[in-house]
């Protein structure tokens, strides 16, 4: 590649935004120019994150909007809910294309999310071009798309678990439950007594139980396939680790006959153009740490033939694949680049 | 109380005997005067578990049915699977009164435990007298009783979160769904790889998936208490943490219109004589660290009206509740004493 | 007992408070009257720990000298550095007696304090009344004490390795370093993005090397001890775990012909009368977690033939024997009880 | 490249063979040919680990001299000690060129190895033609080397934090004290009770204090630097976490003037060729996670102006720079490569 496309992160101090930068500077095709943040605004980025000296000499600048554009072709942003929808027309309108990793760009019906995320919004026309960004399931709508609204990490997690399943008819989608889990950086780079190692260390339990978030953002995806409104059960707990989610995710067959393999081969053939699921061989079941440091999505499938469920599991790093990761994956597809440049595919283990 | 009674403990250096010696050592009612097992016969105690320093000076001897019932009016079997179907009936026959912490006294289906146990059995007789040890339940049983199975850490975990459902008649059984999280500690004190800390730690994964043993024990349960039989879906995880287990129980409601407090109102009644459940407040789940240390289990009440499903969390130490503190809380009442004698009420936190 | 001793804890929210809570709830002798706390004031204590429940009905109260002089006889402090200076004074004049666990009162020489903790002092007369409440060293002088400075984290772990090579004038003083690792609730109960488990867990580092604040209090002990000025090499590092310390500490012999064997009879000899240290065999070395949930200090030995210098090992829980155990211990001792009323002894393990 | 180097990995089921496995599957000029191991013979590679499939089809083979060299070009030995003693001349007959990961080829006097690792030696000739895999101190020699001992992971950590200041002659090497921590991967993937997580989770403790088999050979090479025999205090800590090592290195300065800027200068000069070492600025300690998943080896400085001592603290991930990245990193230099190729630069944080 004789040009390397300039990008923008804005939010890089966060998690989302040093995976972002992680991933960026070894991905081949690219340039990072830009690194924006408020609260860190004119600090060298190696202050926040030493290990990388060497690597990186940028110093963080203020979210300016005009001066972003004139640096950044492509811009990454990792902020809170609610401020991306100032910005990302701002930056469309100077001719950015945008990735935006909040949950500002996820809902095609914006009364969901004001009913969710308590705001009035006034860009349904901007909301309604913007594509989810999972490319497994979207992955066509991806390619030239100028506004994505990247997934959440549990909506990832989930979706890839029971995407066959609905899009075939195999399941009786009101009895689909998630039970997800995921590792404490799912909670940002604040300081929340809640997830302190003292606190969280050795320690287990749900949260947000019945009203996460993430619930409209799974069912809208969910009827999407289904061709019919879909409510799922889904429940978030906190891990005492730092990276990965684990779904597991129940759901009653419609045909009490299906096996094990027969469900494997339907999910082999559902991602067999998706180079980062990978579906598991009969009888193992996934580890999150496989796919920790990497963008891959492993997933594992049990049928319970004594009550006729079937038992998806998938695992994620949920700041990878579930954010960072697959926000690159976009980018891929956005910029006609194969899908799996720059992203790293192979965990350490252990 | 003038005279304390004498026990034994079989299986004395694995986790369940280190948490019966541990609680046992601080009962004021009882006596250690036997530790036995094969591994470690002929080694003093506090070469196993050096920090008892001071406080055991027992040496671990070989099983001997006749030296045991000379020395010990009680006998606690922690054991591997298979063992003390051959020892409880040699002990009971000599007049020593036994709690079983394996799987052989847990059923009173022998064929069940055939089926999932792969064990023949020639003790229905004696089998047919075991109490199932779990007090909430069974405390009546368990006054007088001479034998007690003593519950898996996982059927206590689920079993005390889907009772008041069941016993009322609140749910549609064949929609319970239990998913449980566990501590590595539940495997035992034996070198397995998976799970070594370089192994589990910052990782999650199911096993058994459709086909862990406590699942008929549950189910047996369950049955007893819904008066039909009822089938379960159980899926235990391993947490990268030492101790606790939660349970996620999922289950539709029969009546759409009971809320949340209507619930906490139920389980309260339920539990009233019951001094080791904690209901916990509406909006307050349980995380499992407040239980560890201890013998208590939390309970954490959501109704999501969107689905009609209520969820329940329930979060106990595997090794106490679950497993060691139990067996001595059956103790307590075998011996008319009060149920909490001698037991942990508080966590450390965090 | 016949009456027990009403008690008030300053800074009920923070982890010294809630461990003094739990601590004393299960005292005998002991009634909590009063929880103090600033931000917390007007809360139900059991809002912010909700595991309570049944067990704790106070609410927090703001601190007032008053209030608390009334319904207390004896006051904890357990606040941020620089504020018992002020509410001593004003609870002795009151009558109460009270055990400080800041740093404010552990210095006899207050240029000290000055120098390291960067305030101005005004009540030498006070201060240098108050007794530092080691009590394995010194336990007369806390009989009957009115003032007690109870010790950091890293100087009790520190001192009692030390204590007995010092006292004998075995070692060369100026040699000694002590490498200590610290759990990091060390570093209270406030959100920081450092101790936040995503950060924390699976690393490691050292912090505030060659200056952290508690050196100049174990110098002040140890010269006390040696008769000498001396100075000690101190660094602290964070692990990865919510509990424990260990302090390994290295020192030259004077003696090179000096065994093992040797120094764990003196160390034995020095300790027989401190019911909390203990000094592990020959070829053993102490593990964080037998002393977790404990008031024990946990101590082994080695010599270096090759080298000629010992190392002493020396674990405690930093939030017990570290901080309120020892707190408690100075209790029993200033009301002449005996010293391990209503202290935990054994650890759960694993 | 046009053609690829073939190499072979016996011991291919344990941690330094995961390691190389992964190392070299993203390595641009070398194709595993091999996968060796007597265990697992027989066993697809996949079975063991699961996560690469697609990615490894090979199967383990046993360890056959002759199959072997007809295969591979270069030959990795991650086996327990005292078997590559016989399988590297054979190997080396046969043309190979040899990595050997267990200690083995670490001593230039056999001697040594007798006394600490209780083997005789009838290999001296071959031993002595080994160069000591530490490229930063050896890099010279490693170029066309055909016998490469690779450090043990604690001497890595220990020499690069020790080697400039014994080089330039700035401590009086007696008095160097290596207080070390590790990641309970450095135990291997064998199933020990000691490294279960249940165990060693949430606690923390020093093992073969004074008698660890890395003395010798940390020695060994800091008498090479100082001309003049050295001898070390080394003391090994078990971390609960998977990976990394931190050494903290004490020691007294010959001229108590040097102040940690004027050491920065010299560790940078010292370093200014080899790219894996990574020395912090002024006032940062390296955290163990930012080498982990790298071949970084990061280094802060202190100096503790009171004392006379600097403090040297180094971090690397003690299975990549401490093992298999370091053996790539011999074997890039043994090829006349990039020092750096195809190995990971860049951890993912948090």
Redesign the interface.
Known sequence: MDQKISVAILGASG?GG??LV?LL??HPAVDITYLGGEGSAGRPYTEL???????VSLVVEPVDVEAIAQKSKVVFLSLPNGLAMDLAPALLERGCRVLDLSADYRFTNLKTYTLWYNKERQDQDIAAKAVYGLPELYRDRLQGADLVGCPGCYPTASLLALSPLLKQGLIVP?TA?I?A?S???G?G?????N?????????????N??RHRHTPEIEQICSDLAGQPV???F?P?L??????I?A?V?ATLRDPGLVRDDLITIYQAFYRHSPWV?I??SG??????????TNSC?I?I??????G?V?V?S?IDN??KGQAGQAVQCLNLMMGWPETLGLP??????
């Open positions: 998690y040093i995976q992680r500077l070894e994150y030493p290990h990388l000296q060497d690597r009101e439950i039970d889990k590792g404490t950086s909670g780079r604040q300081a929340k007594v997830l302190l190692l003292a606190e969280a260390d050795g320690s287990l339990g749900a949260y139980v019945a409510q799922v059960q429940t707990h891990i005492p680790m730092p990276r990965g684990l597991t129940y990978k598991l061989p193992i079941y996934p580890q999150t740490k496989w796919a920790c440091g492993y594992g049990e049928v319970d033939e004594r009550t469920r038992i599991m695992a700041l990878l595919q192979l965990a350490f283990y252990p």
